[in-house]
């Protein structure tokens, strides 16, 4: 099952800027049933890095990501665009 890592920098590095982030992860862990985690660069503030593991249907999950990442308004909190890379586990 694939794995997905998205990273950005963020405008503030602050406690509202969270709170719309983790809003939006919880929205889509009720949506698609994978609960994310919220990292953040050690050392390096504004470079956050969200983290959704073993997703089951990825293109639901990728459907599911944008509609909620639109419904929450994140890209007004993020300095130029979400990263995303999807890795598969080796067999």
């Not at 602050?14 to 985690?37: F, N, P, Q, Y």
Request: charged share 30%.
């Amino acid at each position: 099952m694939p794995s997905y890592f998205i990273w950005y920098r963020v405008n503030r590095d602050d406690r509202e800027t969270e709170t719309v982030i983790r809003g939006m992860m919880s929205r889509l862990a009720c949506r698609s049933g994978v609960t994310g985690k919220l990292l953040k660069k050690r050392h390096q503030a504004g470079l956050w890095m969200e983290v959704y593991a073993e997703v089951g249907d990825a293109e639901q999950f990728e459907q599911l990501l944008r509609q909620t990442v639109d419904e929450f308004d994140v890209e007004m909190f993020i300095e130029g665009q979400r990263c995303t890379e999807c890795f598969i586990p080796e067999p």
